[in-house]
């Protein structure tokens, strides 16, 4: 089984830290982004299923929402230089790109899991749209939740020491899955039931 726990943020030492490079984004968000993030308890109905949940970056915009927060992750989410039009974004994706900048959520002065507690809350009552998913295998959840350049080790088919997964494979895999998602996601956007 694979158990993930995820640190609060913190109270923010300064609003927007400079070195974040936030001028340098682009100056009106991308379209059509989503986000997934993971399920925790007590949103992870049944517990422990390895759901997880997608929502429109606009969704961010709900007055329901803590803010500045939710506006900050809508920004990370929308405006960085890379993102391309219809993306579907992991929260885990977010969390590498701020370790790549040397920054973190409390670093940067977010609680996302105040915000994505909050989404679900929401969408419980009909006021946000979400697409939940429920019953992800294991490897789906490792895949979701770590960051494309974490180091994932597997167990060995001989059933010797863990050994560690080919890091393009790993990417590839973690690609394929959000490809595939993707698609479902489309299809339920648009309506259009798989050919």
């Given at each position: 089984?694979?158990?993930?726990?995820?640190e609060?943020?913190?109270?923010?030492?300064?609003r927007?830290?400079?070195?974040?490079?936030?001028?340098?984004?682009?100056?009106?968000p991308?379209?059509?982004?989503?986000?997934?993030f993971?399920?925790?308890?007590?949103?992870?109905?049944p517990?422990g299923?390895?759901g997880?949940?997608?929502?429109?970056?606009?969704?961010?915009?709900?007055?329901g929402?803590?803010q500045?927060?939710?506006?900050?992750?809508?920004?990370?989410?929308?405006?960085?230089?890379?993102r391309?039009?219809?993306a579907?974004?992991?929260?885990?994706?977010?969390?590498?790109e701020l370790?790549?900048q040397?920054m973190?959520w409390?670093?940067i002065?977010?609680?996302?899991?105040?915000?994505?507690?909050?989404?679900?809350?929401?969408?419980?009552?009909?006021a946000?749209?979400?697409?939940?998913?429920?019953?992800?295998?294991?490897?789906?959840v490792a895949?979701?939740?770590?960051?494309?350049?974490?180091?994932?080790?597997?167990?060995?088919?001989?059933?010797?020491p863990?050994?560690?997964l080919?890091?393009?494979?790993?990417?590839?895999?973690?690609?394929?899955?959000?490809?595939?998602?993707?698609?479902?996601?489309?299809?339920?956007v648009t309506?259009?039931?798989?050919?």
């Amino acid at each position: 089984m694979v158990r993930l726990r995820r640190e609060r943020a913190r109270p923010p030492t300064k609003r927007c830290p400079p070195d974040l490079g936030w001028e340098r984004w682009r100056p009106e968000p991308v379209q059509g982004v989503h986000l997934l993030f993971l399920n925790r308890p007590p949103d992870d109905i049944p517990p422990g299923d390895g759901g997880a949940t997608i929502v429109a970056a606009a969704s961010l915009h709900h007055p329901g929402l803590p803010q500045p927060d939710a506006q900050r992750l809508f920004k990370l989410l929308t405006c960085r230089p890379d993102r391309h039009p219809g993306a579907l974004v992991f929260l885990s994706d977010l969390s590498a790109e701020l370790a790549g900048q040397g920054m973190s959520w409390s670093r940067i002065g977010i609680d996302y899991e105040a915000v994505t507690d909050r989404l679900i809350a929401l969408h419980r009552r009909g006021a946000v749209r979400a697409m939940r998913l429920a019953r992800l295998s294991e490897p789906a959840v490792a895949l979701l939740a770590s960051g494309p350049h974490v180091q994932v080790y597997v167990a060995a088919p001989d059933g010797g020491p863990p050994e560690l997964l080919d890091p393009a494979v790993f990417r590839a895999r973690r690609e394929e899955l959000r490809a595939m998602i993707r698609a479902d996601l489309e299809r339920a956007v648009t309506g259009r039931s798989s050919p």
